[in-house]
């Protein structure tokens, strides 16, 4: 039974013998996102994927493959990390609801005065009929 720094080498000569038997296009097959698919790299070298994290020297020749894998345009180049801005926390606004009550009961009270204006129109349509039809009764002396 292999202690772990000798299963450590084992891997380690397992990963280089799988990398030199790989080619840019099998590389280009196991690519998540920027980097490549360690599952899949751990299958094929018959490693457990913890390893891949887990033993310093299997880490670094990983990352120097990637590393050159992306200077020949195989890997697509790493994407920055969104650098946060110390900024202070966004303050509650308390009267953020208050401004959503007060909108909602401005359009209710727009709705209204526009329904309003129109009946104002319309009674003042029927008062100017009315008022002409008034006022010939009365020259006609039906009405005192």
Do not use: H
């Amino acid at each position: 039974m292999a202690n772990g720094q000798q299963k450590a080498r084992q891997n380690l000569e397992a990963f280089q013998v799988w990398q030199a038997t790989q080619s840019d296009d099998d590389f280009k097959q196991i690519i998540f996102e920027d980097k490549l698919n360690r599952g899949e790299v751990a299958k094929a070298v018959g490693c457990g994927k913890s390893a891949l994290t887990q033993n310093p020297a299997l880490k670094k020749a990983l990352a120097l493959l990637e590393e050159n894998l992306r200077e020949k345009g195989v890997l697509p180049q790493l994407k920055q990390p969104i650098k946060k801005s110390p900024e202070k926390p966004k303050q509650y606004d308390n009267t953020a609801n208050l401004k959503q009550l007060n909108s909602k009961r401005l359009s209710t009270l727009e709705s209204e005065n526009i329904e309003l204006k129109a009946k104002v129109n319309e009674l003042e349509n029927k008062l100017k009929r009315y008022g002409e039809l008034s006022e010939t009764l009365y020259e006609m002396g039906i009405m005192p």
